[in-house]
């Protein structure tokens, strides 16, 4: 026992010497939540750009272009020329471009009771189609109001709305736990990959093996020294967080905990899979980016996970990042409790398991 107290002490000091690294193993994740969250972190929706060529001018396409404007989802911007609008359309400024043509205003008037629709052009942008069937759907909605309308049609059902006092959550919120997780993955699996190959060519590990100190105890050393590390660095970030953008945490602090040390645990086994593989400290270095660079994309970090292709899927829900940024983000911003996360909890303790078993068969002391 005294000897795991001294490796931990011993593997703390190393770390708060090194200022350098640590300084930098720290400001990076602040640094860019804070620059995303600056630029993003208060988007709460999606923007679509919507343009209207009044070529009628007149009260009632003025009327058309007033109802359109109340929905607050819609950039409008109302032009001229076709032209004008059809090269922002092509440039990817505009979504949609509506054009009231001439004969508007007379066919509202018109009182022929066989009249048929007025066509009403709508133009889309083929490049980004599912913002583009949006604006559509809502262009669409307010034509058929207006046609109803008309024909005083009277509905036989009506809704009747009544606000819920939703989350107020922004890109912020879904960050800070991502950045969080990031740290966690690259400080144990990046971090640890290194240093103990770089103890191995030094000759440490050689020495330590020469002793009567048990493998067991030096790598429960290790997990002690950098599990008190990764809370202290979480704690600090979610405390910048909080100050500067006002993210709370929602959920219960011992499942936060619970799910960095599960995460600091999972990472750490890989890291020590990459030191046995790895046979010098710049090999170790590419191999670990090989593996942490992919994840960082998908696992949820910056983007939703749901949101990417459906051939990744199966990829991304076995990735241990993918289970802790989610365990995260629910435990912060929903405020789930550890037993509502069972499939992530089941998930990075197989990972925890399979990794430390193989890192038994890895690992080299020399």
């Not at 001294?6 to 593997?11: F, H, S, Y």
């Not at 262009?139 to 207006?146: L, S």
């Not at 000759?203 to 002793?211: F, H, P």
């Not at 459906?310 to 929903?334: C, G, W, Y």
Request: net charge neutral; charged share 15%; with cysteine.
């Amino acid at each position: 026992m005294r000897a795991y107290w001294q490796l931990t002490l011993a593997q703390l000091r190393i770390f708060l010497r090194n200022r350098q690294v640590l300084f930098w193993t720290l400001a990076f994740p602040i640094f860019l939540m804070v620059m995303l969250g600056l630029f993003l972190g208060n988007g709460k929706g999606i923007s679509i750009s919507i343009a209207v060529v009044d070529e009628d001018g007149s009260q009632a396409s003025q009327q058309l272009i007033d109802i359109i404007k109340k929905n607050e989802a819609l950039n409008l911007a109302v032009m001229k020329e076709r032209n004008e609008a059809f090269d922002d359309l092509k440039k990817g400024d505009l979504n949609i471009v509506v054009v009231i043509p001439n004969g508007y205003s007379d066919f509202l008037t018109s009182k022929s009771e066989e009249k048929r629709p007025f066509s009403l052009p709508l133009y889309y942008n083929e490049t980004n189609l599912t913002v583009s069937q949006i604006g559509m759907g809502v262009v669409n909605a307010t034509v058929d109001a207006i046609s109803k309308e008309m024909v005083n049609y009277i509905p036989a059902l009506e809704t009747k709305a009544e606000g819920i006092d939703a989350l107020n959550l922004q890109y912020i919120d879904f960050l800070v736990p991502g950045i969080v997780a990031m740290m966690i993955m690259s400080n144990n699996m990046n971090g640890v990959a290194g240093q103990i190959a770089s103890w191995r060519e030094r000759g440490i590990l050689r020495r330590m093996q020469g002793t009567t100190l048990k493998a067991s105890t030096f790598i429960a050393a290790q997990i002690t020294a950098r599990l008190l590390l990764n809370a202290l660095q979480a704690i600090i970030v979610l405390g910048v967080a909080r100050l500067i953008f006002n993210v709370e945490v929602r959920g219960s602090w011992f499942t936060l905990i619970s799910f960095v040390i599960l995460g600091t645990l999972a990472f750490m086994a890989i890291g020590f899979i990459i030191a046995g593989i790895a046979r010098t400290p710049e090999s170790a270095a590419p191999i670990a980016g090989f593996l942490s660079f992919p994840m960082l994309f998908l696992g949820g970090v910056f983007f939703p996970i749901k949101e990417m292709p459906d051939f990744l899927q199966p990829i991304v829900k076995v990735l241990p990042i993918s289970h802790l940024s989610h365990a995260l983000r629910e435990t912060m911003n929903v405020g789930a409790s550890i037993m509502e996360l069972g499939t992530e909890v089941l998930v990075l303790g197989c990972w925890i398991i399979g990794a430390f078993i193989v890192a038994s068969y890895t690992f080299k002391w020399e």
